[in-house]
């Protein structure tokens, strides 16, 4: 199983962008989807997440700015943010629960400008 994260990039504050999780090599379907992201010189934190079926869960400093999507027959899942702010700024990493398993995408970096 392969991750590839994208969607990342320079915007300003107030601004949206959409970042996709897409799993390929397999024939599996997603049980559920993490995001986290890590701030320079900072821990990894996590951010939201979901289970397949259930409902989704964020942290409150994302909480109705951010929203995880899906595209179930393409494997992609997505986390959509907007009201962006320049502490929104990090490198986001989603993971993948396929089948008991926990795979992570290689980080797309998110840099707000004030």
């Known amino acids: 199983v392969q991750l590839v994260e994208s969607g990342g990039g320079l915007v300003q504050a107030g601004g949206s962008l959409r970042l996709s999780c897409a799993a390929s090599?397999?024939?599996?379907?997603?049980?559920?989807v993490a995001w986290y992201r890590q701030a320079q010189g900072n821990q990894r934190e996590w951010i939201a997440s979901?289970?397949?079926?259930?409902?989704?869960n964020y942290a409150d400093s994302v909480k109705v700015r951010f929203a995880i999507y899906a595209a179930y027959a393409q494997n992609i899942r997505y986390l959509h943010m907007k009201s962006l702010k320049p502490e929104d700024t990090a490198t986001y990493y989603c993971?993948?629960?396929?089948?008991?398993?926990?795979?992570w995408g290689q980080g797309t970096q998110v840099t707000v400008s004030s």
């Open positions: 993971k993948l629960i396929i089948r008991g398993r926990h795979y």
């Open positions: 979901r289970v397949s079926g259930g409902a989704s």
């Open positions: 090599g397999t024939t599996f379907n997603i049980n559920g």
